[in-house]
């Protein structure tokens, strides 16, 4: 079953526009979610990461969400570039530790057009 | 310079075939971890170790064996590839401690015909 949800599959935005990305997840415990960007054909490169209840992050045009109680993050991407064209994936780890597991959703493809 | 390396890059087998995936961290990372990834699937563990001579069972390990030789060096086996193999594997190293993030190589396209 799967436990990390992304939403929409995929999505086309034109360059400039701001743009949304959902993750629900079902994960137990939730320590923690983070927000990688995989270029096609390339590993996954981290955005951000979200610890806290109601945490909030901010990295340059991304900016991230987590409500745990409702467990679902949110990546907003403002004013795209061609170059966020890529997959977004949303990792949800149930340890604080290296014992733990990270359960990984099957992204977001984001494609940002002229 | 890139902290993991994967090799090779493309992979091109038949069923039945011996295949070995490398990788080589230089982060300095206990952990290392190799993963597969599907089209409609998040990706998946299969094997991951916490130094040389240690090899833990991801989640789907069957099919597959690994080795990790020294700190830097992790490989995956598989000694009768078959098609369902057929994937995108990542291989990642962290610190592991708290929520440490886990730093990915390229990837490596295996192809089992």
């Known amino acids: 079953k799967t436990q990390v949800e992304q939403s929409p599959q995929s999505l086309v935005v034109r360059q400039g526009e701001n743009c949304v990305l959902q993750c629900n997840y079902s994960v137990t415990p939730d320590n923690h979610l983070r927000w990688f960007k995989q270029d096609t054909g390339k590993g996954l490169v981290s955005l951000t990461v979200l610890v806290h209840e109601n945490d909030k992050t901010s990295n340059g045009r991304y900016s991230a969400t987590l409500d745990k109680d409702a467990k679902h993050s949110t990546l907003h991407i403002t004013a795209t570039l061609l170059d966020d064209t890529a997959t977004y994936i949303c990792v949800v780890g149930d340890r604080g530790s290296a014992l733990g597991r990270l359960h990984f959703g099957a992204g977001t493809q984001l494609i940002v057009i002229p | 310079e890139a902290a993991v390396t994967q090799s090779p890059r493309n992979k091109v087998t038949v069923t039945g075939g011996n295949v070995t995936l490398s990788c080589r961290q230089t982060n300095s990372h206990n952990y290392m971890y190799w993963y597969r990834q599907d089209t409609g699937h998040g990706l998946r563990l299969i094997h991951y170790s916490y130094g040389a001579g240690n090899l833990q069972i991801g989640d789907v390990p069957d099919g597959y064996k690994a080795t990790r030789t020294t700190q830097e060096d992790f490989f995956l086996l598989l000694e009768l590839a078959s098609p369902s193999q057929t994937s995108l594997y990542f291989c990642?190293?962290?610190?592991?401690?708290?929520?440490?993030?886990?730093?990915f190589g390229p990837g490596t396209r295996l192809t089992v015909l």
């Open positions: 990642a190293s962290s610190a592991g401690q708290n929520y440490a993030e886990q730093f």
